[in-house]
């Protein structure tokens, strides 16, 4: 059966840049292991706009213990310049509003380490500035499972998964991408991927179900141990997938159900 799944990383790719046509967008997903295969199937602008204030941080200016911080937050709120030191200090602290403005320092900066743009980002989504969710999810994108800080990601499991249970594909489709042996929140408990599936069905339209299958295949194809089962956890994820309304998703699905199929019945060439 793996042989016949020989070079389907590229096989997912043209399938999905055939089928996206208008209504995709250079999402990209990390999968397998240490694999990357884009989505290019955007998710509903609307869903990703879903926010949940996970930590509301600094409430008031008096909320701060030093004299300097709290000229500096009144600063941030006069719109007055505050040096990045200071700007990164009050994000420390809490303040959802400076990480947000040092997130933008950050971005401005060639080489801002990956983690600093995640976690800060995290700080002000967590706050309710969801609009820095997709720079929060593209930074964790490239941080190093291995050596990134636990209390950072212990920061981003508590803010993304809050967004994801409460309908934000973009977050939901973070929390699937996170998971799993060797990836960033480590390995995928039955529990979270039922509640991802759930939540898929609700909200997904689809499209991370699709997501799912195409990590599953991918393992597959990497020679995984566990490739039958795999492959047809995957099958089923695709049955519920081509029977999205978004065309891209359908086609792409269709597409991959009738590519596996001939995989059934042994090891054929």
């Known amino acids: 059966m793996v042989a016949n799944m020989r070079g389907w990383g590229i096989t997912f790719a043209l399938l999905l840049a055939t089928g996206a046509s208008a209504e995709s967008s250079a999402v990209v997903s990390t999968v397998g292991t240490g694999s990357i295969i884009p989505n290019l199937i955007a998710p509903s602008s609307d869903s990703t706009q879903i926010s949940v ?22 600063d941030v709120l006069n719109g007055t310049y505050v040096p990045a030191d200071l700007m990164r200090a009050l994000a420390e602290a809490g303040d959802g509003l400076a990480a947000q403005r040092y997130v933008r320092l950050l971005q401005a900066e060639p080489g801002a380490p990956a983690s600093d743009l995640a976690y800060f980002s995290a700080v002000a989504v967590g706050s309710g500035r969801v609009w820095t969710l997709g720079t929060m999810i593209k930074a964790m994108h490239a941080l190093d499972p291995t050596n990134e800080p636990r209390d950072r990601v212990r920061k981003y499991i508590t803010v993304l998964y809050p967004h994801a249970w409460a309908g934000n594909t973009l977050a939901l489709e973070a929390v699937a991408a996170f998971n ?18 759930d939540e898929a069905r609700t909200h997904g339209g689809g499209r991370l179900e699709l997501s799912l299958a195409m990590t599953l295949l991918e393992r597959a194809r990497m020679g995984s141990p566990t490739a039958p ?34 995989t059934e019945g042994g090891d054929n060439d």
């Open 229 to 262: 089962s795999d492959t047809a956890q995957a099958k089923e994820l695709l049955e519920l997938a081509v029977a999205s309304d978004q065309i891209a998703v359908h086609t792409t699905a269709a597409n991959l159900l009738r590519l596996i199929q001939p």
């Open 53 to 74: 204030i996970v930590d509301p941080g600094v409430r008031g200016t008096r909320d701060l213990r030093s004299q300097r911080l709290r000229q500096a937050r009144q």
């Open 180 to 197: 799993g042996e060797g990836r960033l929140f480590g390995a995928l408990s039955d529990r979270t991927r039922q509640r991802i599936l």
